[in-house]
Structure formats: structure tokens, C-alpha cells
């Protein structure tokens, strides 16, 4: 069973902070990793995409990915009221079907 | 920009009755996908479709759900006797390659609310 693990939350941040978000998944063969993220009674948006270990970087985002650990990670950098949502880590092998964690609830308060 | 289009947004319908979501996914796409997201919980693969057939299929994707592309656009998943579980938001997706590189990326609709009383 793949399992792809999420603290739901709620994160906290203020206005302008760094919000931190964090997954482990369970299936060593994992090859793509993806962010998405979904406002209340949405459906879920893609943010970043990653497929090899290290840092990513698009414009306030950055994932990270480190596959000996089993763990990637999301950075908001500036974070605004309009991030408040849920983000959902999903992950894929080789059947490149996405399997998707329980997502963090982040809150960013002015 | 071209987007994936799901109908109806709402759907109550009694259990036992038969229901069929509908999908249009991205014209060029190959590969498409029937999530469903229980209200409070986690978005959970049901189906994945390719060159007109099943390609993988979740364990609760059992004998009471079918998928379909009836025609060049259309994809539809029928649930032909709903239960009080089935009451979820039905998500289609589609992405244009396998995956890797810039294919992997899937595409939502905006999702179909299914309520079964």
C-alpha cells in the first residue's frame, strides 16, 4: 500500500513568513512529486512539480526533494492571505498514477 | 486556456438509482483519470483510461462502477447503484503524456458534488 503522509494542520503563519510543508511517502520506487493546492469545495491546482532530489524553485515556491529520506517539502516564501488553502502532496512510480496524502491546512493571517 | 469540464457540478439522486458523471478532459490529452474526494478526506484514485481502455484501476473501483468514452470528447464514469458512501466530489483529470518531464501533469476539473440519500 503506498502511503503518502501529510500533518493536516492547521499550519499558522503570519503575513510575509515562510510556510513550511512537509511529506514522507512510503514507496522507495517513487519518481515524480507534485504539489497541489485546493481551496474549500475546489478542485486541486497543481503548484510545483519535482523529479529529482534537490531544490526547485518557482517565483514565492520552492519543493525540495530529498528520495533517500523519502521526504519533499514545500517553501512559501512571502506568504500571503490568498495561500491560505490546503496543499496536497501526491506522489507517483512507475504507473505514473498520483497518490495523493490527506493535505495541510495552512492559514496565513494578516 | 484550455481546461477540463465536468457536468453536473451537483447531483442528488436516491440510493439505488443510477448515476453517470461526465467528463470533457483537454482536447490533446491521452490519459484520464476519476478521482473522488470524500468531504474531509483524501483525494482517492478510482480509474485511469488509455487508447479507450482501462489501464489501472483502484479497489474501490469495483462491479458498480464503469467508465466510458462514448465518443471523440466525452468521458463519463456511471455508478449503477448508488449507496449513502458514494456520496463524495467525483474529480476527473486528464494529462497528455505517460508522465515524466512536462507530460506528468494532471489537470482537475472542477469536480461533480454526488449526494446519495
Known amino acids: 500500500q503506498k502511503e503518502v503522509e501529510q500533518n493536516s494542520g492547521p499550519l499558522s503563519v503570519p503575513e510575509g513568513a515562510i510556510a513550511s510543508l512537509n511529506c514522507t511517502y512510503s514507496?522507495?520506487?517513487?519518481?515524480?512529486f507534485f504539489w497541489y493546492r485546493q481551496y474549500s469545495g475546489k478542485s486541486p491546482e497543481l503548484i510545483m512539480f519535482i523529479y529529482s532530489n534537490g531544490d526547485k524553485e518557482d517565483g514565492r515556491f520552492t519543493a525540495q526533494l530529498n528520495k533517500a529520506s523519502q521526504y519533499v517539502s514545500l517553501l512559501i516564501r512571502d506568504s500571503q492571505p490568498s495561500d491560505s488553502a490546503t496543499y496536497l502532496c501526491?506522489?507517483?512510480?512507475?504507473?505514473?498514477?498520483?497518490?495523493f496524502g490527506r493535505g495541510t491546512s495552512l492559514i496565513v493571517h494578516p | 486556456e484550455p481546461e477540463v469540464t465536468q457536468t453536473p457540478s451537483h447531483q442528488v439522486t436516491q440510493m439505488g438509482q443510477e448515476v453517470i458523471l461526465r467528463c470533457v478532459p483537454i482536447s490533446n490529452h491521452l490519459y484520464f483519470y476519476w478521482y473522488r474526494q470524500i468531504l474531509g478526506q483524501k483525494v482517492e484514485f478510482l480509474v485511469s483510461?488509455?487508447?479507450?481502455?482501462?489501464?489501472?484501476k483502484s479497489e474501490i473501483f469495483d462491479d458498480q462502477f464503469s467508465v466510458e468514452r462514448p465518443d471523440g470528447s466525452n468521458f463519463t464514469l456511471k455508478i449503477r447503484s448508488t449507496k449513502l458512501e458514494d456520496s463524495a466530489m467525483y474529480f476527473c483529470?486528464?494529462?497528455?503524456?505517460?508522465?515524466?518531464?512536462?507530460?506528468?501533469?494532471?489537470?482537475f476539473g472542477e469536480g461533480s458534488r454526488l449526494t446519495v440519500l
Open positions: 483529470a486528464s494529462k497528455r503524456g505517460p508522465g515524466g518531464s512536462n507530460t506528468g501533469e494532471l489537470f
Open positions: 483510461f488509455y487508447n479507450n481502455e482501462i489501464s489501472e
Open positions: 514507496d522507495r520506487g517513487s519518481q515524480s
Open positions: 501526491a506522489v507517483s512510480g512507475g504507473s505514473y498514477i498520483p497518490t
